[in-house]
């Protein structure tokens, strides 16, 4: 028995010498992170810095800001625009009004959509496709078309000049029951037959077993409703009339025209209404991505 080298012999076929070096491991240079880093984190900085101008303008003075050129740093920090804006105006009852309408809005989208979508994904009665088509057709028509009925409605009910006007339109919305519709669908019915054979009735089901597997897209529909309820501007400004009803972006609005000079506040002001948004991005962040690209239970 003999021993054979690896090493190609004289008389070898340099086709062979060719193969063996190509299957021989390369060393890969890698970067630590992703190439597309490269591209991205430009990107994230330009965005972000309409933001960090804006909270470093709210810690300056007013000589700071109204300067030409203006300064791009602050020589020191000063909170005469949040005292201003926290002390003198309504800022307090807005941003309380605020976060009523949009706590409201939110609760009731996911007790209301995951009611409505369930019934939509796992219940079959008369003409239930037709409703569906019909309401998801209602998302197609502008504000603009709905807004004097919406406004003749609440002025009926008495709502008008009230947080009852800005809550009552938006206990529910076709988006919140679509999207966890589709969700539903993804999930396995062996559960739920389960417990059916257990003597679970539906809404026991629903809210044991369905809802907490549900919570990437639980939470995708808290974040996108609070974001539209907070931000709203349009509809505040046609339901209500006094200043001790406004909500934070209605009342910044007229808060920013009345006190025009003092840029320091105005700029502290907006800084305490993009917060609350921020926070509820950043604390919902991987609920939202993990309900986009969930198909259903794995494994």
Known sequence: MTLTSSTPRAGAPRETTSVAASLAPRRRRTLPFSGWHLLLAPLALLFALPLVWLLLSSVMSNAEINRFPPALWPSGIDLGGY??????AMFPRWFLNSLI????????????????????????????????VLMLATMAIPFQLTMI????????????????????????????????RQFFLSLPRELEEAAWLDG?????VLFTIVLPLSRPALSTV???????????LTWPLIALNHDTQYTLQLGLTTFQGQHHTRWSAVMAGNVITVLPVLLAFLGAQKSF??????TGLKG
Request: proline residues 3%; positive net charge; contains cysteine.
């Open 83 to 88: 005292k201003y804006v926290l002390g003198n």
């Open 149 to 180: 009925p919406t406004f003749l409605m609440m002025k009926r009910l008495g709502l008008i000049d009230t947080l009852g006007a800005l809550i009552v339109p938006s206990l529910v919305t076709p988006f919140a029951v679509f999207l966890l």
């Open 289 to 294: 991505i993990r309900s986009l690209t969930s």
């Open 222 to 232: 808290a974040v996108l409703t609070f974001l539209t309820t907070w931000n709203d």
């Open 101 to 132: 309408v949009s706590a409201v809005a939110v609760t009731s989208n996911l007790l209301f959509g995951a009611l409505g979508g369930y019934a939509f994904a796992r219940m079959r009665f008369g003409g239930s496709r037709a409703l569906l």
């Open 200 to 204: 679970c009735s539906r809404l026991r």
